[in-house]
């Protein structure tokens, strides 16, 4: 019987499903607690996190009997996956498990944000009537969505938006203009200024990596289209946070979605005061209740076959 840490927060029936075979230490509030977390993975044979967790550095090192982290999420960028392969440990993350939830938060948030006319509750109930500034909205049918990266979530995305009427373009730097994955997902490939300056709605499915840190700085977010849109449920970095507000508080930009910043949590100074039409997340676009219980068992799955 192994030892299976998991310091962020699971599915209960995935827990139960590992308990039943392996000693599991579960607590979804280990992250915040360094100290402890790093006694307790030292001990253990398979550690399980979510985005916070830094598996990297000291704590890495302490995973002395550690074979396989598993990732609650697609995104590796808190995890040194060439230190811990070179460790002989196993990097399994949640692939797939979560594009849906990240897919419907992209159609989602594009409508809401053409459309412009869900903020009016609280006007219309003490009796306001804002219909004459509520109906300049937009239709997403018949709009342009550009997606920058063109794995499952892109390439989900691109599915769903076609079924709304929408034309889709993407780019994908690993991903050639003959890669059948575009031609699947009825989507044109598209060079990246192409896309930016064509894209009605732009949407990131981005690793933070070098070459994509401040890819959409100020520069490039003045070449998108009057009006144009912007989702970001990839990583912050990727996005300069400062350029959006200032594009949104000048008018250029017509809507941003951000459910991911360079620092997390946003602090309370941050530069979003007064900018209109922004729907900030806090890191959820993949994380439902339906998601959560796909991710968890599909890692719960793998954790027990590389303990097996």
């Given amino acids: 019987m192994g030892r299976i840490v998991i310091a962020e927060f699971m599915d209960e029936a995935a827990v139960a499903e590992l308990r039943s075979k392996h000693e599991v230490l579960y607590d979804p509030k280990l992250v915040d607690d360094g100290a402890r977390l790093h006694r307790e ?23 002395s009997r550690c074979t396989a982290v598993g990732r609650l999420g697609v995104g590796l960028d808190n995890i040194d996956v060439a230190a811990c392969e070179a460790r002989g440990i196993r990097v399994i993350p949640a692939t ?14 594009a409508m809401l944000l053409l459309r412009g006319a869900y903020g009016s509750t609280a006007a ?4 306001r009537w804002p219909r004459t500034a509520l109906s300049n909205g937009r239709e997403f049918s ?63 499915h ?10 959409f700085d100020a520069a490039r977010i003045a070449a998108m289209k009057p009006g144009a849109v912007l989702i970001n449920t990839s990583r912050g970095g990727i996005v300069d946070e400062a350029a959006v507000a200032q594009a949104l508080r000048e008018g250029r930009l017509g809507g941003a979605a951000l ?32 998601s959560n219980e796909r991710v968890s068992s599909l890692v719960a799955r793998k954790v027990l076959e590389a303990l097996h």
Avoid: W
Avoid at 96 to 109: D, F, M, P, R, T
């Fill in 41 to 63: 993975a030292a001990g253990a044979d398979a550690l399980i996190v979510r985005n916070r967790t830094q598996v990297r550095g000291e704590l890495l090192a302490g995973l």
């Fill in 124 to 127: 219309v109930a003490s009796g």
């Fill in 259 to 290: 459910d991911v910043f360079d620092a997390e949590p946003l602090a309370a100074a941050a530069h979003f005061e007064g900018c209109p039409n922004l729907l900030l997340t806090p890191h959820i676009a993949g994380v439902t209740m339906d």
């Fill in 96 to 109: 797939g498990a979560n594009a849906l939830s990240v897919a419907e938060y992209v159609i989602g948030a």
């Fill in 142 to 204: 018949g709009k342009t969505l550009g997606l920058v990266g063109f794995g499952s979530i892109g390439q989900l995305t691109a599915c769903l938006a076609g079924t709304l009427g929408v034309r889709t373009i993407a780019f994908d730097a690993m991903l050639g203009a003959e890669h059948p994955a575009f031609v699947q997902a009825g989507t044109r490939y598209a060079g990246l200024d192409e896309l930016v300056a064509q894209a009605d709605v732009i949407s990131l």
């Fill in 206 to 215: 981005l690793p933070l990596v070098d070459s994509t840190r401040k890819l």
